[in-house]
T-cell receptor, first 110, second 114 residues
Framework: GQNIDQPTEMTATEGAIVQINCTYQ??????LFWYQQHAGEAPTFLSY????GLEEKGRFSSFLSRSKGYSYLLLKELQMKDSASYLC???????????FGAGTRLAVHP | EAQVTQNPRYLITVTGKKLTVTCSQN?????MSWYRQDPGLGLRQIYY???????DKGDVPEGYKVSRKEKRNFPLILESPSPNQTSLYFC?????????????FGPGTRLTVT
């Protein structure tokens, strides 16, 4: 079957670093996405990995290991505005077929 | 401004009363999708469209219909809504010719069926 797992909730301190993990089992794989979603708002695109390794974009980095079915999102220098849900999604074959995890709700406190 | 718009943003209706949620994008994207988001379940794809007049079922299509008569519009139709369709709905669009082909989401429609 198809499954994407990520922790339900995490907490972290302002200025710190947090790593959000995602493991997946899908019938096909054509890339992994991370989205950020603030409460009551639309998801917004953060990162995309299709090859193994680390992609860095400012304070955010994303890592992929296809052989292990594993990804993580690393957030550095946490700010209060980073309090949001982080969604892991796998493109399963076709360009328009995205399978989402349930999301990780991150709370950043002072 | 490049965007995906949805209307209405909030809707309370009764069981069995047909409704349509509109979705429009101004980015000339080929691909469009509808998702529903429920607590603990994440985003689940209802229907998607690869281009005009080309649609297909996602993971949870029961009780929904879609049409794609124009490239920019992708309405979601609930012929006979039921309380289990109470949810937060998102429309999204993307294009295969642009980078990671990431999906751009509309602002969401919160639907309550009583």
């Amino acid at each position: 079957g198809q499954n994407i797992d990520q922790p339900t909730e995490m907490t972290a301190t302002e200025g710190a670093i947090v790593q959000i993990n995602c493991t997946y089992q899908t019938s096909g794989f054509n890339g992994l996405f991370w989205y950020q979603q603030h409460a009551g708002e639309a998801p917004t695109f953060l990162s995309y990995n299709v090859l193994d390794g680390l992609e860095e974009k400012g304070r955010f980095s994303s890592f992929l290991s296809r052989s292990k079915g594993y990804s993580y999102l690393l957030l550095k220098e946490l700010q209060m505005k980073d309090s949001a849900s982080y969604l892991c999604a796998v493109r399963d074959g076709g360009y328009n077929k995205l399978i989402f995890g349930a999301g990780t709700r991150l709370a950043v406190h002072p | 401004e490049a965007q995906v718009t949805q209307n209405p943003r909030y809707l309370i209706t009764v069981t069995g009363k047909k409704l349509t949620v509109t979705c429009s994008q101004n980015m000339n994207h080929e691909y469009m999708s509808w998702y529903r988001q429920d607590p603990g379940l994440g985003l689940r794809q209802i229907y998607y469209s690869m281009n005009v007049e080309v649609t297909d079922k996602g993971d949870v299509p029961e009780g929904y219909k879609v049409s794609r008569k124009e490239k920019r519009n992708f309405p979601l139709i609930l012929e006979s809504p039921s309380p289990n369709q109470t949810s937060l709905y998102f429309c999204a669009s993307s294009s295969p010719g642009q980078g990671a082909y990431e999906q751009y989401f509309g602002p969401g429609t919160r639907l309550t069926v009583t």
